[in-house]
C-alpha cells in the first residue's frame, strides 16, 4: 500500500533562517505531488504541485521554492522565512484511477516562525 | 469568486441527529468530487468520493447535482467521534480545490 512521510512534524525557526521540508512517497509510481499551506483556522492554500521529476508549477509568488529530484521526493525550501511563513504544510500526492484522480496527504509539519 | 464555497457553520448538534452540509463550485467543467474530514491540527482525509449518481457508505450519503454545481454530504445517526471539519474537494484539470471546510460539533 501507498504511504507518505513528511518531516519533521514540528519545526520552529527565527526569522530569516532557511527552511527544508522533505517528503517521500512509497508504494507508488511516477505520483503527482504537492506541497499545500494551511494558516491556522484556515482552508488550504496550494503553493506547489509537481507531474515529474523536475517539474515544478508554482500556485503563489513568494519566497518559497520548491524541487524534485527524485520520483517520489518532493522538497520545499526558502532562503529566508518570513513570519508570515507560519502554518502547517500537507504533502500530498495522487495518481489516475479507475474512478479519477484522488488526492491523499502526510501527516504535515507545523512551521512556527518567530 | 472563490472555486468552492462551504458554509463554515459551526453546526452543533446532539448525538443520533441527522446533519446535511452543501458546498458549490464555481467551474461546471469540473470533473470528480470529494469530501474530507480533518480533525483539529491533523492532515485531511479522504471520508469518499461524490459520484452523480449518488453514493453511500454507512452512515454517510454524498450527492452530486451538477446542473446546480453544488455537493452534499448527510450525515445519519451524528457520533461524538464525527466531531470534525468536512472539506469539499473538487478536481479540474488535475488541480485540487479545497473548501475552507464545514465544522461540525456532536454534542453528548
Known amino acids: 500500500s501507498q504511504t507518505i512521510h513528511q518531516w519533521p512534524a514540528t519545526l520552529v525557526q527565527p526569522v530569516g533562517s532557511p527552511l527544508s521540508l522533505e517528503c517521500t512517497v512509497e508504494g507508488t509510481s511516477n505520483p503527482n505531488l504537492y506541497w499545500y499551506r494551511q494558516a491556522a483556522g484556515r482552508g488550504l492554500q496550494l503553493l506547489f504541485y509537481?507531474?515529474?521529476?523536475?517539474?515544478i508549477s508554482s500556485e503563489v509568488p513568494q519566497n518559497l521554492s520548491a524541487s524534485r529530484p527524485q520520483d517520489r521526493q518532493f522538497i520545499l525550501s526558502s532562503k529566508k522565512l518570513l513570519l508570515s511563513d507560519s502554518g502547517f504544510y500537507l504533502c500530498?500526492?495522487?495518481?489516475?484511477?479507475?474512478?479519477?484522480?484522488?488526492?491523499?496527504f502526510g501527516p504535515g509539519t507545523r512551521l512556527l516562525v518567530l | 469568486r472563490k472555486e468552492v464555497e462551504q458554509d463554515p457553520g459551526p453546526f452543533n448538534v446532539p448525538e443520533g441527529a441527522t446533519v446535511a452540509f452543501n458546498c458549490t463550485y464555481s467551474?461546471?467543467?469540473?470533473?470528480?468530487f470529494f469530501w474530507y474530514r480533518q480533525d483539529c491540527r491533523k492532515e485531511p482525509k479522504l471520508l469518499m468520493s461524490?459520484?452523480?449518481s449518488g453514493n453511500e457508505d454507512g452512515r454517510f450519503t454524498a450527492q452530486l447535482n451538477r446542473a446546480s454545481q453544488y455537493i452534499s454530504l448527510l450525515i445519519r445517526d451524528s457520533k461524538l467521534s464525527d466531531s470534525a471539519t468536512y472539506l469539499c474537494?473538487?478536481?479540474?484539470?488535475?488541480?485540487?480545490?479545497f473548501g475552507s471546510g464545514t465544522k461540525l460539533n456532536v454534542k453528548p
Open positions: 500530498a500526492w495522487s495518481v489516475e484511477g479507475g474512478s479519477g484522480e484522488t488526492q491523499y
Open positions: 474537494v473538487v478536481n479540474h484539470q488535475g488541480k485540487f480545490y
Open positions: 467551474n461546471s467543467a469540473s470533473q470528480s
Open positions: 509537481s507531474v515529474g521529476i523536475g517539474q
Open positions: 461524490v459520484y452523480s
